[in-house]
């Protein structure tokens, strides 16, 4: 059984000037343990699609499942629990809240699953030393360096042993060298079982995961399977 | 239940955490906050102080009291040249005696009749009011003799030359020497000196309308003074010579209760109006005024609470604002928290610990100082204050909602915001 399946999956803005189609019906199906990425230009859906996916978002029309849910029959208040439950986000821009120490930002997911402090203290810790981060967790995010800051929000992904990790554009602000970083991180994490849909508009990027979703006008354009071009391998 | 109330710990902590981390901000707050509360408890304890002060004013001169006291009518009104040229207004004892049958639930009525004389004891000289009364006079008009006794039944039956002056004077005429057990001239009396029988610490209240500015008195036996300065009044002034006859110049009438006073009152007023169309007498109820004073206060008070809402909206606009602003700034983080699992009601508990939290400090302190400026002011100024539980509790209450409010509304918008939307919030 696939751990993401969409049938027919549309996201219709109404504007003013007329209806914005950024997902015009698409369907796809994702196994776990799998390793995607989604590409096309500006504009073609990919930032929407990921954003349906992670449940941020809801779809004009068109199914999706979850491992065995249909998300479309969840509350709000569900759709709170999955997103902390099963999946992971890691944003173009981070995302990370500035106020706080990125260990204290990596436990709150942890926070809203209502795990005591002490233990969420421990397993943020843990996250960040896999990260790397291990001597930076009581840092705020602007004492830190785009990639440490990065590698911070992916801890945080992984802190709730999410069933997925959703990615949009992660490298997006990334020097060469930081992103390579990331993505053997990503490799690491993908090797380990995790499930990861990465959104990015770089080729070489594209290149290093199992499977390509070309995206273009809200439509599916082709979906490859490949050999990935692993870094570390 | 043991998970989800961890959790709304966990909560409170995550609230109260940002209040720390914003600084700036709740400081702000608090002293929006503070200064609305502190502000409206003072205004409340000097107003609440000013209203017991006069009413305390007003029950001295007797709470079951009708006050009538004789007075100066216009010049053309008057009675003038009826006898000797003189002057010829105000009560009688017909007045008096038919007010006491006529009006339901008079217990009793004091009497009083003044007359202007010159006091000299040794080479200390005075004018002074003479005011003839009864023994039942210091009953009625709440009096208090301080030392040595006032003036008895059998002062009036004999006629003697006795008074009772106020402490006051008594300092000025002997300055050195206690002056009870004294002598005292009035002059064009005939020549027999008063003796100091009793002092009186402070006149009643009821005896000031009668007084010029000193408060220089002279009370002795209303028989005396009828036999010995009738009811005439010579006034000297600028060169002419004006003489007035004032048979009675008060009239106290003690009622049964305060609600016989309100009846009283009534009749007492159609009967001088009858007798008395020149209008040459005021009467003075005390309870009516308290009541029309009560009324002015509640008035005032309206006033005050308004002006103590207005200062407490304006601080709960600024809370708002506030509020709003750091919302507008943290929906990103809101954005956030919902992507990684928050629900709505994870945002809203949130906030409204923040807001609870800094109203509720903002409040206390306000109470604080709202406490300690009356104090301060009482201490100083000698303005009398007084604080009651229901001047504290309001504007505490007060700014708490609004503070709640203002939390409430900014909480619940940023919390219904959909997650997408939060965090593309730029
Ligand atoms: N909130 C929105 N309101 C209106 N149009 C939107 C909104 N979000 C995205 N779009 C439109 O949907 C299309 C797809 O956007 P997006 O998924 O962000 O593209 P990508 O991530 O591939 O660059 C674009 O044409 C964009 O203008
Ligand atoms: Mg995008």
Redesign the pocket.
């Known amino acids: 059984m696939s751990l993401v399946k969409i049938d027919n999956l549309w996201?219709i803005?109404p504007?003013l000037a007329g209806d914005?189609?950024?997902?015009g019906g698409v369907s796809l199906e994702i196994k776990a343990g799998d390793y995607v990425s989604?590409m096309?230009?500006?504009?073609?859906?990919?930032?929407?699609?990921?954003?349906l996916l992670g449940c941020l978002d809801k779809p004009s029309r068109g199914q999706y499942w979850l491992g065995d849910a249909d998300v479309a029959t969840l509350t709000d208040e569900q759709l709170s629990v999955v997103r902390n439950e099963r999946i992971g986000f890691v944003f173009q821009s981070f995302n990370l809240i500035p106020w706080l120490t990125i260990e204290e930002n990596v436990e709150v997911p942890l926070f809203y699953q209502g795990i005591a402090p002490a233990a969420r203290r421990a397993k943020s810790m843990e996250m960040l030393s896999l990260v790397g981060l291990g001597d930076r967790v009581g840092h705020k995010p602007n004492e830190l360096s785009g990639g440490q800051r990065q590698r911070a929000a992916i801890a945080r992904a992984l802190v709730n042993d999410p069933l997925i990790i959703l990615a949009?554009?992660p490298t997006g602000n990334l020097d060469s060298a930081t992103t390579l970083e990331i993505l053997d991180l990503f490799d690491e994490l993908n090797q380990n079982g995790c499930t990861i849909i990465m959104?990015t508009?770089e080729a070489d990027v594209a290149e290093r995961t199992r499977r390509v979703i070309v995206?273009r006008d809200?439509e599916l354009e082709s979906d490859r399977t490949q050999a990935p071009q692993g870094g570390k391998r | 239940m043991s998970l989800s109330l961890f959790k709304f710990r966990d909560m409170v902590i995550l609230g109260l955490h940002g209040v720390v981390v914003h600084k700036v901000r709740s400081v702000l707050t608090i002293l929006g906050i503070l200064f609305g509360v502190w502000s409206v408890i003072a205004m409340l304890a000097i107003n609440a102080g000013l209203s017991v002060q006069s009413q305390k004013a007003l029950r001295r001169l007797g709470s079951t009291n009708i006050i009538i006291n004789s007075i100066k009518p216009e010049t053309d009104a008057a009675n003038s040249g009826a006898y000797n040229g003189a002057l010829v207004y105000g009560l009688t004892l017909r007045d008096v005696e038919r007010l006491g049958t006529n009006t339901p639930g008079v217990v009793e009525s004091a009497i009083l009749h003044k007359t202007q004389k010159t006091a000299c004891a040794g080479e200390h000289i005075r004018a002074v009011g003479v005011l003839g009364i009864e023994p039942n006079y210091l009953a009625v008009a709440n009096g208090e003799v301080s030392r040595g006794r006032f003036i008895s039944d059998l002062d009036i039956l004999l006629c003697r030359n006795v008074c009772v002056i106020p402490q006051s004077f008594a300092n000025r005429m002997f300055p050195a020497d206690d002056a009870l057990g004294k002598d005292l001239h009035l002059l064009d009396s005939d020549g027999k000196p008063f003796h100091i029988v009793g002092i009186m610490e402070t006149l009643p209240a009821a005896l000031e309308s009668q007084l010029g500015e000193s408060g220089d008195a002279v009370l002795v036996p209303l028989s005396t003074s009828r036999a010995e300065f009738g009811s005439m009044t010579i006034r000297y002034s600028q060169g002419s010579r004006s003489v007035e006859q004032v048979d009675i110049s008060q009239c106290i009438l003690r009622m049964e209760n305060e609600s016989a006073v309100i009846r009283g009152a009534g009749v007492v007023r159609n009967l001088l109006q009858r007798d008395h169309p020149q209008g040459d007498y005021a009467l003075k109820v005390p309870v009516e005024e308290i009541k029309l004073m009560k009324a002015d206060m509640r008035r005032w008070n309206v006033m005050f609470f308004l002006i103590a809402s207005i200062s407490l909206l304006v601080g709960g606009i600024g809370i708002m604002n506030i509020m709003l602003a750091s919302v507008t700034e943290r929906t990103r983080e809101i954005g956030v928290r919902r992507a990684l699992g928050a629900k709505k009601q994870d945002i809203v508990t949130q906030f409204l610990v923040e807001a609870v939290t800094l109203t509720t400090l903002g409040g206390l302190l306000g109470i604080g100082i709202g406490t300690f400026v009356p104090w301060i002011l009482q201490q100083i100024l000698a303005i009398e204050t007084l604080i009651t539980p229901m001047t504290l509790i309001v504007p505490f209450v007060m700014a708490v909602v609004v503070g709640l409010l203002s939390g409430f509304y900014p909480a619940l918008r940023a919390a219904k915001l959909d997650p997408?939307?939060a965090l593309?919030h730029e």
Not at chain 1, 40 to 51: F, I, R
């Open positions: 996201k803005y504007l914005v189609v950024a997902l989604i096309g230009q500006s504009g073609s859906g990919k930032s929407t699609m990921l954003n949009d554009e959104v508009h995206l809200g | 997408i939307d593309r």
